[in-house]
């Protein structure tokens, strides 16, 4: 079974700074697509940014980026410029490619912004 | 509004009640799941439906039950729930990944989920 997992349970940045968020996961497959979601206050799990794993070229969205390093099975997540509405819990998923292609989803981390 | 709608947004039940959880999609997608979320915990699955079929189960207890009419629907009834089922219960949907080829949007869409607590 794959495991998803975030070793920061919590995070802070200041406004317009940058910070990176991790996620190692644990699989025996190849083919494979990776996820990190965002879930404000409002508890709605928001698409951040996804990744192929036969893709080598890192996802960017805006001021979001990853960087992918498949043999090593790391997935962290990039904010640039950081924004108040930023604030969330953060949360790395795996999805196999196969059948069944259940989300698995790490512990999350709560990403504090400060003005 | 991200096209997975759940409802009720929050739900206070006593122990002896019955209850039910509704989840409607209409983006096309063929599966749908439930998530339990508890505080300090991993999101943990409960259920998947693919084609209406149930396809996990994943050692729920028999106090949930899920229902899937159709493609677009999916709800968990509740009966006899106990204090520690008290959670943020989330559905969500996506196009199923067998069969070849990754559709456009692999990705799941979420509902923004059921408050609930058990007194």
């Known amino acids: 079974a794959q495991t998803v997992t975030q070793s920061q349970p919590e995070m802070s940045v200041q406004e317009a700074e940058t910070v990176t968020l991790s996620c190692t996961y644990d699989t025996s497959e190849s083919d494979y697509y990776l996820f990190w979601y965002k879930q404000p206050p409002s508890r709605q799990m928001i698409l951040v940014i996804r990744q192929e794993a036969y893709k080598q070229q890192n996802a960017t969205e805006n001021r979001f980026s990853v960087n992918f390093q498949k043999a090593a099975k790391s997935f962290s997540l990039k904010i640039s410029d950081s924004q108040l509405g930023d604030a969330a819990m953060y949360f790395c998923a795996y999805r196999s490619a196969g059948a069944g292609n259940m989300l698995t989803f790490g512990g999350g981390t709560r990403l504090m912004v400060k003005p | 509004e991200t096209g997975v709608t759940q409802t009720p947004r929050h739900l206070v039940m006593g122990m002896t009640n019955k209850k039910s959880l509704k989840c409607e999609q209409h983006l096309g997608h063929n599966a749908m799941y439930w998530y339990k979320q508890s505080a300090k915990k991993p999101l943990e699955l409960m259920f998947v439906?693919?084609?209406?079929?149930?396809?996990e189960n994943n050692s729920v207890p028999s106090r949930f039950s899920p229902e899937c009419p159709n493609s677009s629907h999916l709800f968990l009834h509740l009966h006899t729930l106990q204090p520690e089922d008290s959670a943020l219960y989330l559905c969500a949907s996506s196009q199923d990944l067998t069969g070849g080829t990754a559709p456009s949007n692999y990705g799941y869409t979420f509902g923004s989920g059921t408050r609930l607590t058990v007194v």
């Open positions: 439906y693919n084609f209406k079929e149930q396809t």
